[in-house]
């Protein structure tokens, strides 16, 4: 029987969530292992860094779509990097044997329980150190990372938020290029996932100002430079924070765009056969509501949107929003939606991109390196400081002139446009600068994404 029969007469029958197993495809059996070698071999999500010949081996292995064969396929890789001591690749690799939700089987909280072993053995070794905060939270705890930059004090931050199928060691793994640019990272989980402590519903992001709270004091972390960096499903919860923190934050990205459309059952339906997913999309959004037949899944979200909440229209810390015209995860339209109410938003739109904006000319890494990131350090108010710094390292490093030194062209400038400027650290005469219009684009050659973002940095 093909996955897809399995699905419908589960959906019928009513069955809970553990009934269909892995068995949601999109993919056969033959497919999953054909399209995992190839996301593996082009770094891929959520195969991203994971070597070609260990998802080769896995795959290989891999004999059925159940949970549990999947986590043991990927988990056997995982310990023997983990007995040589390879910590970081360990990590990875029990990551992936655990997607997308350890909620899912025995095997997969195993693998995920492994993942977290080996994700502080890494932890330990890196400089800076990745420190690990426990949170006391309604008679629980909140489980989070923060990595502060070696000597940027206090430091601005980023609070980062893992998507549906991502974790939090995910986003402080690798936040290399905030920590370089004396930017700290607060990676933590959101509801429904890893370490949690609730499941998400209506007020959930109570969580995360609880979190700020705790920022607050710190004396090494600057809480008044704090912007919030949200992926995929968290974008929803970077933009209810724009609205409920919006004093507290920097802004806001919202990188991947459900707030309203996206909760539909009509839109939830015919994302199910998105082939952007590996597989499993339909249990790992259930999970992290925690129900457990269709009916219910179906029920839970629209509750959550934005509109329903009363949010969209009211003032809001300054929030970017991201995405790809064929996103088939989450509705474009609920991009546009947001940014048309309430105050201004900042856009970029990739016309050719999927989830999250990605496409063969656009894929994630270059979509954060070059606009996320940047628009992130912007908010810090951190691109004055880099320049100051530069020209400090520069001025030191520079040899005596000479006693009659030759006439020499003059290089390229490197300048900070005022408000309305392009934004740009680069300065528009400089190699790889030029302007960034303040208003998406309205034309233009068709691959070329829209939007924009502009104006001096914030004052630190």
Same mark, same amino acid.
């Given at each position: 029987m093909k996955p897809w029969s399995r699905v419908s007469i589960a959906i019928v029958l009513g069955l809970p969530l553990a009934a269909l197993a892995q068995s949601w495809g999109p993919r056969s059996l033959e497919e999953l292992k054909q399209e995992t070698v190839r996301r593996a071999d082009r770094?891929?999500? *959520?195969? &991203?860094? +994971?070597?070609?010949?260990?998802?080769?081996?896995?795959?290989?292995?891999?004999? &059925? /779509?159940?949970?549990?064969? $999947?986590?043991?396929a990927w988990s056997r890789i995982g310990e023997r990097y983990f007995a040589r001591g390879d910590y970081f690749h360990a990590w990875d690799i029990f990551n992936v044997a655990r997607w997308p939700s350890e909620?899912?089987?025995?095997?997969?909280?195993?693998?995920?329980? %492994?993942?977290? #072993?080996?994700?502080?053995?890494?932890?330990?070794? /890196?400089?800076? *150190? +990745?420190?690990?905060l426990r949170i006391p939270y309604e008679g629980k705890e909140i489980v989070a990372y923060l990595r502060l930059p070696?000597?940027?004090?206090?430091? *601005?931050?980023?609070?980062?938020?893992?998507?549906l199928d991502s974790r939090k060691e995910e986003v402080i793994a690798r936040a290399d290029g905030y920590l370089n640019a004396g930017v700290g990272v607060f990676a933590i989980d959101m509801p429904g996932t890893g370490q949690a402590p609730l499941l998400i519903d209506v007020g959930a992001e109570r969580m995360f100002s609880a979190a700020l709270d705790y920022l607050a004091t710190r004396k090494d972390v600057d809480a008044k430079r704090i912007v919030v960096q949200g992926r995929s499903w968290s974008g929803y919860w970077a933009a209810v924070l724009a609205y409920t923190e919006k004093d507290r934050i920097r802004g806001a990205v919202v990188h991947g765009v459900g707030i309203h459309e996206y909760f539909a059952p009509e839109w939830q339906k015919k994302a199910f056969a998105t082939r952007e997913y590996l597989f499993d999309i339909y249990p790992a959004r259930a999970a992290v509501y925690g129900t457990? &037949?269709?009916? #219910?899944?179906?029920?839970?979200? *629209?509750?959550?949107?934005?509109?329903?909440?009363?949010?969209? #229209?009211?003032?809001s810390a300054p929030m970017l929003l991201v995405n790809g015209e064929r996103d088939t995860q989450q509705p474009i339209a609920d991009l546009y939606l947001l940014m048309k109410h309430g105050d201004p938003k900042e856009v970029w739109v990739n016309p050719e991109g999927?989830?999250?904006?990605?496409? #063969? %000319? $656009?894929?994630?890494?270059?979509?954060?390196?070059e606009v996320v990131e940047p628009w992130v350090l912007h908010r810090l108010g951190v691109e004055r400081t880099m320049l100051a710094q530069a020209a400090e390292k520069e001025a030191e490093q520079a040899p005596p002139p000479p006693q009659k030194?030759?006439?020499?062209?003059?290089?390229?400038?490197?300048?900070?446009?005022?408000?309305?400027?392009?934004?740009?650290?680069?300065?528009?005469?400089?190699?790889?600068?030029?302007a960034r219009s303040a208003e998406p684009s309205k034309g233009g050659n068709a691959g070329t994404p829209s939007g924009s973002f502009t104006g001096a940095a914030p004052k630190p």
């Amino acid at each position: 029987m093909k996955p897809w029969s399995r699905v419908s007469i589960a959906i019928v029958l009513g069955l809970p969530l553990a009934a269909l197993a892995q068995s949601w495809g999109p993919r056969s059996l033959e497919e999953l292992k054909q399209e995992t070698v190839r996301r593996a071999d082009r770094s891929i999500v *959520p195969l &991203t860094g +994971i070597k070609g010949e260990d998802a080769r081996e896995a795959m290989a292995s891999l004999q &059925t /779509l159940e949970p549990d064969d $999947w986590a043991a396929a990927w988990s056997r890789i995982g310990e023997r990097y983990f007995a040589r001591g390879d910590y970081f690749h360990a990590w990875d690799i029990f990551n992936v044997a655990r997607w997308p939700s350890e909620r899912l089987s025995s095997g997969k909280q195993k693998a995920y329980a %492994r993942a977290l #072993e080996a994700f502080q053995a890494y932890a330990k070794s /890196l400089n800076p *150190p +990745i420190e690990t905060l426990r949170i006391p939270y309604e008679g629980k705890e909140i489980v989070a990372y923060l990595r502060l930059p070696r000597t940027t004090r206090p430091a *601005p931050l980023v609070f980062g938020i893992n998507g549906l199928d991502s974790r939090k060691e995910e986003v402080i793994a690798r936040a290399d290029g905030y920590l370089n640019a004396g930017v700290g990272v607060f990676a933590i989980d959101m509801p429904g996932t890893g370490q949690a402590p609730l499941l998400i519903d209506v007020g959930a992001e109570r969580m995360f100002s609880a979190a700020l709270d705790y920022l607050a004091t710190r004396k090494d972390v600057d809480a008044k430079r704090i912007v919030v960096q949200g992926r995929s499903w968290s974008g929803y919860w970077a933009a209810v924070l724009a609205y409920t923190e919006k004093d507290r934050i920097r802004g806001a990205v919202v990188h991947g765009v459900g707030i309203h459309e996206y909760f539909a059952p009509e839109w939830q339906k015919k994302a199910f056969a998105t082939r952007e997913y590996l597989f499993d999309i339909y249990p790992a959004r259930a999970a992290v509501y925690g129900t457990k &037949t269709m009916e #219910e899944f179906l029920a839970y979200g *629209p509750r959550l949107s934005l509109v329903a909440r009363g949010l969209i #229209e009211r003032p809001s810390a300054p929030m970017l929003l991201v995405n790809g015209e064929r996103d088939t995860q989450q509705p474009i339209a609920d991009l546009y939606l947001l940014m048309k109410h309430g105050d201004p938003k900042e856009v970029w739109v990739n016309p050719e991109g999927g989830h999250m904006g990605r496409s #063969e %000319r $656009w894929p994630q890494g270059k979509v954060l390196a070059e606009v996320v990131e940047p628009w992130v350090l912007h908010r810090l108010g951190v691109e004055r400081t880099m320049l100051a710094q530069a020209a400090e390292k520069e001025a030191e490093q520079a040899p005596p002139p000479p006693q009659k030194p030759a006439p020499k062209a003059p290089g390229p400038r490197v300048t900070l446009k005022p408000k309305g400027g392009t934004g740009s650290s680069a300065g528009d005469d400089a190699a790889g600068g030029g302007a960034r219009s303040a208003e998406p684009s309205k034309g233009g050659n068709a691959g070329t994404p829209s939007g924009s973002f502009t104006g001096a940095a914030p004052k630190p």
